[in-house]
């Protein structure tokens, strides 16, 4: 049912917890299934320094919060801007199609966190990010 990637950031999450003093934060959720996702990021000079994430959630919501950090960790922002759900799911070697809406969430919760850090920035994320999940999965926009 699932890959053997899948089990081993399930087992053995990287980039696990919070970072003190971020510099973006976003926190994103499904109602449907319970799984929150909260993610953290440190960033100089355009380039994402550090990322951890706090999961609750199955399996599946935890390892596609551990992959989405590798996968951003020490790249420029603009790439973790690029990053789907299917690059996502490629990276694990697959989902069960009722466990997809964990990747998005995971592409959801770094542009949240994103969002955040150019809020700060005194930036409109939107041009940037396009229009932000609400949370209210029953009227959703964001895929």
Do not use: W
């Not at 380039?47 to 199955?58: L, N, R, S, W």
């Not at 995971?106 to 939107?126: F, T, V």
């Amino acid at each position: 049912m699932y890959t053997d990637k899948v089990m081993d950031h399930f087992a053995n999450p990287r980039n696990m917890g919070e970072i003190e003093n971020a510099d973006g934060v976003g926190e994103v959720g499904n109602a449907k299934c319970g799984d929150i996702m909260k993610m953290f990021l440190k960033i100089e000079n355009g380039v994402i320094t550090d990322c951890k994430f706090k999961t609750y959630g199955c399996a599946s919501a935890i390892a596609t919060s551990s992959i989405a950090t590798e996968m951003i960790k020490g790249h420029k922002i603009e790439e973790a801007v690029a990053l789907s759900n299917k690059a996502v799911v490629e990276a694990l070697g697959g989902l069960p199609a009722h466990k997809i809406h964990c990747s998005v969430l995971a592409e959801q919760a770094i542009k949240a966190a994103l969002a955040d850090y150019y809020q700060k920035q005194g930036i409109d994320p939107e041009p940037i990010l396009g229009k932000q999940c609400s949370g209210d999965c029953h009227s959703c926009e964001c895929h």
